[in-house]
């Protein structure tokens, strides 16, 4: 049941983070061989947003420009494209506005791959299997996840760990 690709049981987090860090939403749950796409699309945060439940800001113009846009959430390649969800162009030799789009897409990401690499190495339990019953798992990480926004509500962010995580998120 949480048996996953690589062998091993797991259970998987998916977590929208703001711009310091913080999980403004998770979702804890998806288990074993499931790619990121289809956690979300089974997740409660999905069917609040395509019901239009979730109170998000307004479209709002572009810096310096008469452009109206839409807020959105970022994914990578696993996930659906959606009105409310940007994920790169897939392939290869993509013409140059397209790999311009998606580097630029990477870079923005990597705020939350960034919340994910603090999580993993302030938090080392999740680095490592979990040897509890599997009835706790879930509560374990969600409470994990509040210890780190309390941790940086209190005492912020450190650059030198956000350059460690980064690395380990890539390396």
């Given at each position: 049941m949480f048996f996953n690709y690589k062998k091993i049981f797991s259970v998987i987090l998916q977590g929208v983070s703001d711009a310091n860090y913080?999980?403004?939403?998770?979702?804890?749950g998806g288990y074993g061989k499931q790619s990121d796409g289809g956690p979300f699309q089974a997740s409660e945060f999905y069917r609040a947003l395509t019901d239009g439940k979730i109170n998000?800001?307004?479209?709002?113009?572009?810096?310096?420009t008469n452009v109206v846009a839409p807020y959105v959430l970022i994914g990578d390649e696993a996930y659906p494209l959606l009105p409310f969800v940007l994920k790169p162009y897939s392939g290869t030799n993509l013409p140059l506005d397209k790999e311009c789009f998606n580097k630029r897409l990477s870079r923005a990401r990597k705020t939350a791959?960034?919340?994910?690499?603090?999580?993993?190495?302030?938090?080392?339990?999740?680095a490592k299997g979990i040897e509890t019953r599997v009835d706790m798992v879930d509560s374990i990480?969600?409470?994990?996840?509040?210890?780190?926004?309390?941790?940086?509500?209190?005492d912020g962010f450190q650059q030198n760990l956000t350059e460690v995580s980064?690395?380990?998120?890539?390396?």
């Open positions: 913080r999980f403004i939403n998770i979702d804890v998000l800001p307004k479209h709002s113009f572009l810096p310096q791959e960034c919340a994910f690499g603090l999580l993993t190495s302030k938090w080392r339990v999740l990480v969600k409470c994990v996840c509040i210890l780190h926004n309390t941790v940086i509500d209190k980064v690395r380990s998120v890539f390396w």
